[in-house]
């Protein structure tokens, strides 16, 4: 029996208030109940939520946590604050999460370049991949978008299409080119990162799927929410299993 690859997810959807006035940080479980389903231990691994800790605290903690998992999952969450990609923030810009974005990029460029362990990003994770690695994100989309991406329908559904590139990792998983994901989201991808690709867009040209040019290296950023359909759609759940074999 081959192991159990340990996957690190880098969470905690908001800092909210409980009815006690305590602050906790939290994730859907979806994220952890996928990964163990598909073959692998999952493991939380907290933002520190504090100014007292500097840069070079946090590198240490991000090596730490990089030597002991086998890859990592940016689950999804908050706007990405556009001071990491140099911008001023715009009108629409949604609730940002500066703290978690500051961890997560240097997790995520650790994890790329030092420790070249495999990354997978739903949603914010596409995001924020994109922006840790070098790329800009789009703080809103409304004006380029024409079809709806902050879906009517209920969480479990799928709600709009999108095109699959042939010869990326998602069409050898996928039945066909087109396929229907959900979608939760008011920001996306602007540029890429280098050594980058697009393998999944939409009708109205906004960018649901990244993956890194070299396969023999995993690093693929979605859009939706695969957690999200896990239960209910194969795809959904070979992504996740594809992503926890190549932490093996
Ligand atoms: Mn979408």
Redesign the pocket.
Known sequence: MSKRPLIGILYSDCAVRDNEMRIRTYVSRKYSNAVLLSGGDPILLPTPFTHEINNDEISRLSERYLSLVDGILLAGGEDIHPKFQDEDPIPALGAVNPFRDNFEIIVTKQAYTNSQKPILGVCRGIQLMTVALGGKVHQDISDIASIQ?SQSSPRWASS?YIEIKPNSRLSQIADNKIIMVN?F?HQAVKTLPKNFEITAK?SDG?I?AIELKDKNRFCLGV??HPEETFETDDFNKEIFKIFVNACK
Do not use: D, G, N, P
């Open positions: 991406h709009h979608s989201h939409t906004i649901e859009q939706w």
